[in-house]
């Protein structure tokens, strides 16, 4: 009986520490013949994500529009608007869809947006808003090299 609970216990322990490879690190996405990484979604989780994507380029070009007339009101808001707190809300089946990568890029984007933010409010500086707005572009231009999303049937 004693061994069948070690026998149990590994089970489970190996069945968990495979749900948390898949969910944290893994997603669920392959290999595309573009050489991008896939990443597998339903029609609403691929919409969600795009929504956000078209935002955080509104929000650059609000922050651009913003830094040439020196308005620097203008630039923590729409900054602030895709801030950290923009990622509240996602569901938990898509957020275990994303690769791990993936998932540190997107946290890394809204951090330095809020970033952004609290020194466009706080400084001024349109040198250094402007070298803050192309860092953050970085991680968009490397996103957007490395994955793509691909529609799976919605469950329903």
Sequence with gaps: MQKLSWVLVAVLGL????????????????????????????????????SEMRTFLDSVQQITQGLADSDFETVAKAARKVGRAAQQG?????????????????????????????????LGDDALSLGQLGALLQNCVACHATYKFELIKDSQ
Excluded: W
Aim: overall charge positive; hydrophobic content about 40%; proline content about 3%.
């Design 15 to 50: 069945s968990t520490g495979f749900m948390a490879y898949k969910f944290i690190l893994s997603g669920s996405a392959e290999k595309s013949e573009d050489g991008r990484l896939a990443i597998q979604l339903t029609t609403n989780e691929r919409n969600l994500v795009l």
């Design 90 to 122: 996602m569901p938990s089946s898509l957020i275990g869809k994303l690769p791990l990568e993936f998932k540190k890029m997107g946290f890394d984007t809204h951090a330095q947006f809020t970033q952004l933010a609290l020194d466009a409010k706080q």
